[in-house]
């Protein structure tokens, strides 16, 4: 009990020091949210320095700092200078319509990698083997965007498939089961990307983990007394290879997220990353702090998962 | 999958008879404008697709331009700009009288009509906006527009449909200030306003009913990240010739794609009916496709955006940039600037980075702009001897190696900023640096993210030269104050200036100064063609090239005829209606 005491509060203070590191980033950036007024022939400096006082951006970085983390703290997550509201009216649905892409993405990403894995696995320096560490090789070597804009060119060639959005325009007009088709529709790309891109190391890393877990004395002793492959590898091989794969199932939703900012933008699909974007490029600090929170707290709570699920399954991490 | 996306359209055409708000009947007593030559179908639904997503609905603090697309389509000003003419016309106000000094205008307003809410609109309203738009507090980027002479523009309530609206000093075009102002409704403003919260009103999110205006549109829903549509306003005050309620479409549904090429993809798709400004290459990717005949695409011509070259000739007192005062010895030579000009190839310009559509500049006025444009200028194409010639006698000679060098031996090199963000204009930087090369300077590309840009051009002074560009609002001089004045907010070349730092930027400040007062069109013009000649002259920004507008529609969309002006493509959507056989058939 201790133990997850004490790994609950690093986690604290870790999501403390990424929030001082973000806001000290965002802070040597130079230029402000108003920055871009100054462009608008319209509006004279003496206006943009007004809005900058307003705003508060004219205070220290120490007390803007505090303010936000009051913010954050209070649940509003700060207030986003350009949509003029807190932060968290912004936020959630956002995020919402994200893990809508990320969480199936992750579950069809280790569905497909376990056994594949585990398969190829089996069949080490066969041709099986050799082929499919050319194409996992390829696709890891693949940028994420380059894989998305392929996706989508094909969609725009074949019209077999919608090139953006989450909805058909006009959606809101049809009954339950229809909207369900047409948001599957709009989510087939996007998952077929973030998977592409997720796919090829996992499949890999279970791979590597499978084969050395075969190496293990009590799998070449199971071998020996001549008890089935299969029965091997789910008795003996897998619970070996487990430590490593659950360890990397906490990345995988941060891995994940990240890609999946990326493919949003593309794809224009509703989620975090196409507002990140924005407030990145318009400097709008509260926004990018507590979507940058929002995505180290995932990957915090996916590593915590991991370790208390290790914590669980393992004894010799118990001991 | 395919199946799939068939069975939702199946049911989506089946719905496309939308419910909408239906017009109400005009009642006696209601001074409605009717669009003579004004026909078409009510129905249907247009979608239009944005770059980004709107930051807010309030119309006094909009900057944005995705902002400002939507909102566009929910208010109504005053006096408008028609942008087909570019000229004035009646809008909210009927009619409207100059006194004889010029500084007082009595504005006669449009009796018995109502807000998208069923309220009444009335001077109070017009009165309350003025109000709220030149309060500090609120921070309107229309604010510095209404101070006229050093003071705000006054307006005071004559009866329940007139006002009265005096200024400082006689102002020229006054009548055009007013495009695009919003009148606000008091009625759901005037508590906010008083708690002085009216600058964190209607954002997005806002409840539709809360929400009202004098335009087509009202809102309706707004999704995070997907959509923001708007259904007609019953109450609106245009009727066609037939005197039926104007808007014909009853829905207008705004998606949000994130980019450009987003942008124009679901517009190559389908997913989107109106295309409202795309770059040269996607343009020419779309004429391509145009053969399908799905759509219908125009290039405008030259749009008012003007691009340039302009060299830091800032004061540097108290900024510790030395190697940055060295240089400005070139940039302040009249001789350097006109031998830099002389040596870029504006017709390459024009046809590598907006392959062919664009026109090359000389001076800052776009040939799209009619009324204003000196056409006198003299249109000088790129000489590279006559440019070393200019050189030669302002100093400066050649190494062996061909590198230019100063009087003092230095060789003459600088570094052009530009946005990363505008491809068109790091491409134009990069042919100016080949450009330059013949010259024997050496010249460097730093393509800067945009705020950290604009940073250095108005705040640290920390560059050499830029590309910019400017311009794509209101035709009329009055717009291009702050980039002329010497003590301008967007005087690039040399911001802050207590006094003009020279000769002709005195002269510009007075004849910028007198036409802002002058009544009379010829007269004004007289004094803005001297204005371009100065610059032409004098060369503080080095011109390029003018964009042209490249828009697209639907091929059915009926009354679709672009302007140059903002908003290119939809600022007639009144009258926008989609073809009756067409509109059960989306692509």
């Known amino acids: 009990m201790t133990a997850v005491a004490r790994r609950i509060g690093s986690s604290v203070v870790t999501l403390f020091a990424v929030s001082v590191f973000s806001f000290a980033l965002l802070e040597l950036a130079p230029g402000d949210f108003f920055t871009e007024l100054r462009m608008d022939t319209r509006v004279s400096t003496q206006a943009v320095d007004a809005l900058r006082e307003q705003y508060g951006l004219t205070q220290s970085p120490a007390v803007r700092y505090w303010l936000w983390l009051q913010s954050f703290v209070a649940g509003d997550l700060g207030f986003s200078l350009a949509h003029r509201a807190p932060v968290s009216s912004v936020i959630w649905e956002r995020a919402g319509n994200t893990l809508l892409l990320t969480v199936p993405a992750m579950l069809l990403t280790w569905t497909l990698a376990l056994p594949l894995g585990v398969w190829i696995a089996r069949r080490k320096n066969q041709w099986v083997d050799r082929v499919s560490s050319g194409v996992t090789s390829t696709l890891v070597a693949l940028p994420d965007l380059l894989v998305a804009m392929l996706l989508l060119l094909l969609a725009l060639r074949t019209g077999l498939f919608p090139t953006g959005g989450m909805y058909t325009p006009g959606a809101e007009d049809l009954g339950t089961g229809a909207r369900i088709r047409d948001l599957i529709s709009h989510a087939f790309l996007p998952l077929c990307a973030l998977v592409a891109t997720a796919l090829p190391a996992l499949v890999r890393h279970v791979r590597a983990s499978v084969i050395e877990a075969a190496q293990a004395p009590a799998v070449l002793a199971a071998r020996g007394h001549g008890i089935s492959h299969s029965r091997i590898t789910l008795r003996y091989v897998l619970p070996l290879a487990a430590n490593p794969l659950v360890s990397l199932a906490g990345l995988s939703i941060a891995t994940l997220l990240s890609a999946s900012l990326l493919i949003e933008v593309v794809m224009s699909w509703p989620g975090l990353g196409p507002l990140v974007v924005e407030a990145l490029l318009a400097k709008d600090v509260h926004l990018v702090l507590s979507a940058s929170m929002l995505a180290s707290a995932l990957l915090v709570a996916g590593n915590l998962a991991a370790d208390l699920t290790l914590y669980v399954v393992d004894p010799r991490i118990r001991a | ?587």
């Not at chain 2, 004061?315 to 031998?339: E, M």
């Open chain 2, 1 to 587: 999958m395919n199946r799939f996306i068939g069975s939702a359209l199946v049911v989506l055409l089946s719905a496309l008879t939308v419910s909408a708000a239906v017009p109400a009947a005009i009642t006696p007593g209601e001074e409605v404008l009717v669009e003579k030559a004004t026909s078409g179908n009510h129905g249907g639904r247009l979608v239009v697709a944005l770059r980004a997503e709107p930051r807010t609905l309030n119309p006094a603090i909009a900057a944005d331009a995705p902002s400002r697309e939507v909102i566009g389509r929910m208010i109504a000003d005053l006096i408008h700009i028609d942008r087909a003419t570019q000229a004035t016309e009646g809008a909210l106000a009927t009619e409207w009288k100059r006194s004889s000094d010029g500084r007082e205008y009595t504005l006669k307003l449009r009796k018995g009509i109502r807000f998208s809410d069923g309220r009444p609109f009335d001077a109070d309203d017009v009165v309350f906006t003025f109000q709220v738009l030149l309060d500090e507090r609120t921070g309107s980027p229309n604010r510095d527009l209404l101070i006229v002479g050093g003071q705000p523009v006054r307006v005071t309530k004559v009866d329940e449909y007139t006002v009265r609206l005096t200024m400082a000093q006689p102002y020229a075009a006054a009548e055009r200030l007013f495009d695009s102002i919003a009148i606000l409704p008091r009625h759901l403003l005037v508590e906010a306003y008083t708690k002085g919260a009216i600058s964190n009103m209607w954002a997005v999110s806002t409840p539709a009913a809360a929400v009202a205006g004098l335009g087509p549109y009202r809102l309706k829903e707004y999704v995070a990240g997907q959509r923001l549509v708007l259904e007609r306003n019953p109450y609106y005050w245009k009727t066609d010739s037939a005197k039926r309620r104007l808007p014909y479409l009853d829905e207008l549904v705004f998606l949000f794609t994130g980019n450009e090429d987003a942008q124009v993809i679901r517009f190559q798709s389908g997913d989107s009916d109106v295309l409202s400004r795309a770059s040269a290459d996607n343009f020419g990717v779309l004429v391509r496709d145009q053969a399908a005949g799905r759509y219908q695409l125009k290039d405008l011509g030259p749009s008012l955006e003007y691009n340039f070259l302009f060299f830091n000739q800032n004061d540097l007192t108290g900024k510790n940039l030395p190697q940055v005062a060295v240089k400005q010895q070139w940039f302040s030579d009249l001789g350097f600037r006109r031998a830099v000009s002389r040596a870029i190839d504006r017709e390459g310009i024009a046809r590598l980075v907006y392959r062919g559509r664009a026109v090359p500049l000389w001076g800052n006025v776009s040939p799209g702009n009619r009324l204003w444009i000196n056409t006198s200028l003299p249109r000088q194409p790129r000489n590279v001897s006559e440019a070393r010639a200019i050189l030669k006698a302002s100093g400066f000679s050649w190494r062996p190696d061909g590198a230019l060098i100063d009087r003092q031996g230095r060789p003459v090199t600088f570094t052009i900023v530009t946005s990363s963000t505008s491809a068109q204009r790091t491409e134009m930087a990069t042919l100016i640096q080949a450009d330059l090369k013949e010259l024997g300077m050496g010249v460097q590309v730093v393509p800067l993210e945009f705020r950290a840009l604009v940073d250095r051009v108005f705040q640290t002074f920390d560059y050499d030269a830029s590309v910019l560009g400017l311009g794509g609002g209101d035709a009329d001089p009055n717009g291009e104050m702050n980039v002329w004045m010497s003590s301008g907010s967007n005087h690039l070349w040399r911001l802050g200036q207590k006094a003009p730092a020279t000769a002709w930027e005195d002269e510009i400040d007075r004849l910028m100064q007198k036409q802002l007062i002058t009544l009379d069109y010829r007269e004004r013009k007289r004094l803005y063609d001297r204005v371009q000649t100065i610059v032409a002259e004098q060369l503080p920004m080095i011109f390029l090239a003018a964009p042209h507008i490249l828009v697209g529609a639907r091929a059915d969309l009926g009354n679709f005829q672009p302007s140059v002006l903002d908003h290119y493509t939809l600022w007639n959507v009144e009258r926008m209606f989609l073809r009756p056989e067409s509109r059960s058939v989306r692509r």
